[in-house]
């Protein structure tokens, strides 16, 4: 094309520009139709390039929207830049994409999420990323105008950007989402208001929890826990003995995020529970609600056939402290599991009876390091002497961790005994044992210790 054509042409379009800018500043009227056509035959004419198009485009959707307010599309123009995401060119899908995603309105957003099924190279993981950036910044008015789209995959993205946003003033529509064609739309609402906490909410996710989907009944009962209301406790109770195996956990959850001993009862009956993941989800709960009438289940539970049971029991019963527990938590700590047995240790450790000691010296033998620490721990919680001789050989173990945790054990127990290995410890090339054993002999503080902890501060400041 001669050079004259070019420069008659560019003015041509500059005027255009200028003209269909002026005109929607003045009526908002939609002349992007006309322009996308002549911006087209720009690009073909070689007049401009195809990224400098496509920015107008996006430039459009902030630019020339009135203070307030977000960029519009008209369908049309959205229709223009969706048929640009299946260009051969790679830099021409790019830059839809970014345009699309600068509208920030309903017409440009469905389309953003319809991109994402195009199988362009590309297009499908650019329009993923960019729906990401913008989520946070779409107005709730909007996500709710998208929640009840007819189109399937608006639905589901907007019910799941409202999982972000937490905001309120979506609960209305969320009810009607909860009885949604589809499951996941249903689901996701449920999830939805656990983090939103509305207790409108609390009606319509009972009703959900007779949901024909699994998950929509487990998330409406984890929903139901995080709402913290009375009157889904004897609901949710019910639903203790729904036929899926992830309902009954959401429900165990659910309770103990309730926190109501009136469902102690039938928690103990799902420690019997024919999955070990239900099991242990019952033995965490029920250690959290602290009540004593779980001790004698749980500790038959430390003889459960799956170590994941074993570990929550034990766990679950020293958070419970009930002394009935210190001579079947001292048996776990010969576990074939060093799972359950690290846990025996910190149920013992916090239940603090002395008949742990010397089992928990043995402990200090174990052969993995975090059963050893946790029997250190566990020693100086008790404090009782009878430990000192085995921590101080603690001091020297192969892993750091556990030396570090004899070193404050020792410092506990308060022990003069342990001085001379402290002193010594104060050489270690590990400084974190080093720092441990200046705390422990401060702790003992006898004029041998303090004066050990002075030694070996002088020496620092002389180097």
Not at 164 to 177: F, G, N, T
Not at 185 to 207: M, N, Q, W
Not at 364 to 381: E, I, N, P, W
Request: aromatic content about 2%; proline content about 4%; overall charge negative.
């Amino acid at each position: 094309m001669p050079a004259f054509v070019r420069v008659l042409l560019a003015v041509l379009i500059t005027l255009i520009f200028i003209g269909a800018t002026i005109i929607q500043i003045v009526v908002q009227a939609t002349s992007i139709p006309l322009l996308v056509t002549t911006l087209i035959t720009s690009v073909v004419g070689g007049v401009f390039t195809v990224r400098e198009v496509l920015d107008y485009f996006g430039s459009l959707g902030t630019s020339m929207a009135p203070p307030g307010d977000l960029g519009k599309a008209d369908a049309p123009t959205v229709e223009a830049l969706i048929a640009a995401l299946k260009d051969a060119n790679e830099d021409v899908r790019s830059n839809a994409i970014e345009a699309l995603s600068k509208f920030k309105d309903s017409h440009a957003v469905k389309a953003l999420i319809n991109a994402r099924t195009i199988p362009t190279k590309g297009v499908a993981l650019s329009a993923f990323d960019a729906l990401t950036q913008i989520a946070d910044s779409l107005p709730v008015e909007l996500l709710i105008t998208l929640l009840a789209d007819a189109d399937l995959g608006v639905r589901s993205w907007a019910v799941d950007t409202l999982i972000q946003i937490k905001d309120s003033r979506a609960v209305e529509s969320l009810i009607v989402a909860l009885r949604d064609p589809n499951p996941h739309v249903r689901s996701s609402a449920a999830i939805v208001f656990g983090h939103i906490k509305e207790t409108r909410a609390v009606e319509p996710l009972l009703i959900a929890l007779r949901d024909p989907d699994a998950d929509v009944r487990g998330n409406a009962a984890i929903a139901l826990g995080h709402l913290k209301d009375s009157r889904a406790i004897e609901p949710i109770i019910a639903m203790l003995t729904d036929p899926n195996e992830f309902v009954r956990r959401c429900v165990i959850a659910a309770l103990g995020q309730i926190g109501s001993s009136s469902a102690v009862g039938s928690l103990v009956v799902s420690l019997t529970d024919k999955h070990q993941w239900v099991r242990s989800e019952a033995a965490g709960v029920l250690g959290s609600l602290e009540d004593s009438q779980a001790v004698g289940p749980l500790i038959a539970s430390l003889t459960d056939e799956h170590k994941l049971v074993r570990g929550s029991a034990a766990h679950a019963l020293g958070a419970i402290k009930d002394p009935r527990a210190v001579e079947p938590l001292i048996t776990a700590l010969a576990d074939e599991d060093a799972w359950v047995r690290h846990n025996a240790a910190n149920a013992l450790d916090a239940i603090k009876d002395p008949r742990a000691v010397e089992p928990l010296i043995t402990a200090l033998a174990d052969k993995h390091d975090t059963v050893r620490a946790s029997a250190a721990k566990a020693l100086g919680q008790i404090g009782d002497s009878r430990a000192v001789e085995a921590l101080t050989a603690a001091l020297g173990d192969k892993d750091s961790h556990v030396g570090q945790t004899a070193a404050a054990a020792l410092g506990q127990i308060g022990d003069s005994r342990a001085v001379e290995a402290l002193t010594a410890a104060l050489a270690d090339k590990d400084a974190r044992i080093r720092k441990r054993g200046i705390t422990a002999l401060r702790d003992i503080g006898t004029p041998e210790a303090l004066a050990a902890v002075e030694a070996w501060e002088g020496r620092r400041r002389n180097r």
